[in-house]
């Protein structure tokens, strides 16, 4: 079988590839870093890089590339110590090689996992814990593995004297964690959680920020000299403009920051600028590197602990935010209640009102005494409904979704009653409301106050539209589970565009912005109450032929 159809095998060598090109990468960088070392040893730097990239590579690729960087970080050495001294015998170059190049991978494979399960991975910088987990555990504490195993491996094969292990180890601690703090988080950095438009808005700060910074590290460095210069301590005045970057900009700036200081005081140093001279061999290199480790472990716990109070910041304006529509909310809403309640009450007080003009009319009435208790009758309903709806308003209850409190009705009887109530009410205009029912009865049981509210703003609804003597009929009958009622006028009817919006939020919203009369308000009352039941509601109409609502609900809800 050939290699292009077989999945295994190029799986295989793709994964060869990838770690030929880490060991490549990882030791590429580890060469150049070794001969751009200071004056102290040939075998540390000032910043070594190649920790930080070694990390990122077992982070994002997983451990198995262990394999890449310890191949990669023997050949480098091996290489360097050939260049570096010929004379050596093969098997000491082999030695050292190794011994460091294990160091190498116990130290990135112990990065790496910190990096995971401690520092909370890409977002090592939003949160003061995992920044304070980044440098302590992350940078230092996987550093001191490397610094403890190659130098050692030097002394062994007597490529360095006992006497200079202690400080080789120091330079070297110090040289992986910086490279740790500024190039491992420059490559694992959260890129994701950047603002670039707030970026984009400040971009003359941000311009003018590079300027300062360009001047401040070339002085620091050296480059821009002057008498007055020499006697000032010039390497602490990027500190200022590291807080700036860090407090202004975040974890972009803080990385912008470090990263520029570090290239310009390393390749400074190269190029003989140093930013700490001093008299002693190395000690120039050394007091450069504990510098640029302090800078870079302060930097990022401070951007840590920023980042963390401007997430909890956010936060609370969110939440803020939040509070402020919810009120708005909230009041919107008790308006819309107090709207409905006043246009429910409208219903019970018309009906005591009318049926008390017509008890104080001896003309109607007379000395009548059925009529007078069929009027008390109603004027004590009325009453009671408006009672029942103001109470629910003071007990914070939503009037446009009362909770169903079903009970057993016979549903001919209640429509009957609706249209006998309303016929008194309309009684000075001579209305008429006809109940039309093919059942004797019809069993079922519903919340019988929501019922009424709903066929009695019906019938108020379609009593304002109809002319003196008019009909007005309520339609009843039965299907299956269900009760169909339906409530017929003679009105004007509506338009087929006005019918889809009859029974929601927005038209009611233009009734409270428009005219109090206007209709819209009891629909949408109307159409919540029949939705709470478990119905639904139509409507036919043709304009200037009056209109029907047709409601359909459980013969039994509940």
């Known amino acids: 079988m050939s290699m292009p159809g077989n999945p295994r095998l190029q799986s295989w060598m793709r994964a060869v590839w990838l770690q030929f090109l880490a060991a490549i990468a990882f030791g590429g960088v580890s060469f150049l870093s070794l001969n751009l070392a200071g004056l102290m040893e040939r075998h540390v730097s000032a910043v070594w890089p190649a920790s930080g990239l070694a990390m990122a590579i077992l982070y994002f690729?997983?451990?198995?590339?262990?394999?890449?960087?310890?191949?990669?970080?023997?050949?480098?050495n091996w290489s360097t110590s050939w260049l570096e001294f010929p004379e050596l015998p093969l098997w000491r170059m082999a030695v050292s090689a190794l011994g460091i190049a294990s160091g190498a991978v116990l130290e990135s494979m112990t990065a790496a996992w910190f990096l995971k399960h401690?520092?909370?991975?890409?977002?090592?910088?939003?949160?003061?814990?995992?920044?304070?987990?980044?440098?302590?555990?992350?940078?230092?504490?996987?550093?001191?593995?490397?610094?403890?195993?190659?130098?050692?491996?030097?002394?062994f094969v007597e490529t360095i004297p006992p006497e200079s292990w202690g400080m080789v180890a120091l330079t070297w601690f110090v040289g992986d964690a910086t490279g740790i703090l500024v190039f491992g988080a420059a490559l694992v950095f959260p890129w994701r959680s950047l603002d670039f438009a707030l970026l984009r808005g400040r971009w003359l700060e941000i311009s003018f920020f590079f300027l300062v910074l360009a001047l401040v590290a070339g002085t620091m460095t050296g480059m821009y000299q002057s008498p007055l210069m020499n006697e000032w301590p010039r390497a602490y005045m990027i500190l200022p403009v590291i807080l700036w970057a860090v407090f202004r900009f975040n974890h972009v700036g803080t990385l912008a920051s470090l990263v520029f200081v570090t290239l310009?005081?390393?390749?400074?140093s190269v190029f003989g600028h140093e930013v700490f001279p001093s008299e002693q061999p190395g000690y120039a290199l050394f007091f450069l590197q504990m510098f640029l480790l302090i800078v870079s472990a302060v930097a990022w716990t401070v951007c840590g602990k920023v980042n963390e109070l401007q997430i909890l910041t956010n936060r609370l304006e969110h939440i803020v935010t939040s509070r402020v529509i919810a009120q708005g909310e909230a009041l919107r809403r008790r308006e819309e209640r107090l709207s409905i309640l006043a246009h429910d009450l409208q219903v019970p007080l018309i009906g005591i009102r009318n049926m008390v003009q017509l008890l104080l009319d001896p003309r109607r009435v007379g000395d009548d005494p059925e009529k007078s208790r069929q009027l008390l009758g109603v004027i004590s309903q009325a009453s009671e409904q408006a009672r029942a709806l103001a109470g629910r308003l003071l007990?914070?209850?939503?009037?446009?979704?009362?909770?169903?409190?079903?009970?057993?009705?016979?549903?001919?009887?209640?429509?009957?009653?609706?249209?006998r109530r309303a016929s008194?009410?309309?009684?000075?205009?001579?209305?008429?409301?006809?109940?039309?029912?093919?059942?004797?009865?019809?069993?079922?049981?519903?919340?019988?106050?929501?019922?009424?509210?709903?066929?009695?703003?019906?019938?108020?609804?379609?009593?304002?539209?109809s002319a003196h003597g008019g009909t007005i009929r309520l339609g009843l009958r039965s299907e299956g589970a269900a009760v169909i009622i339906s409530v017929s006028d003679q009105g004007p009817g509506f338009r087929s565009e006005e019918i889809p919006a009859l029974f929601t939020r927005t038209r009611f919203r233009q009734r409270i912005r428009t005219l109090p009369e206007s209709t819209g308000l009891g629909l949408f009352i109307v159409g919540n109450a029949v939705r709470d039941l478990g119905g639904t509601i139509t409507c036919t109409s043709e304009e200037g032929r009056g209109a029907t609502f047709i409601i359909r609900l459980p013969q039994k809800a509940g």
């Open 118 to 155: 401690r520092a909370g991975g890409q977002d090592f910088c939003l949160s003061a814990a995992h920044a304070t987990a980044f440098v302590l555990l992350v940078s230092l504490v996987s550093a001191s593995i490397s610094a403890l195993i190659g130098p050692t491996a030097l002394w």
């Open 424 to 465: 008194l009410l309309e009684v000075s205009r001579e209305l008429r409301f006809v109940t039309e029912s093919d059942e004797p009865r019809i069993e079922g049981s519903v919340d019988s106050t929501v019922v009424l509210q709903v066929l009695e703003n019906l019938c108020h609804n379609a009593a304002k539209v």
């Open 61 to 76: 690729y997983g451990r198995r590339f262990w394999v890449a960087i310890f191949v990669g970080a023997t050949l480098s």
């Open 395 to 419: 007990a914070g209850q939503e009037i446009e979704h009362p909770q169903p409190r079903p009970e057993p009705v016979d549903w001919v009887e209640l429509v009957r009653g609706v249209a």
């Open 264 to 268: 310009l005081s390393v390749g400074g």
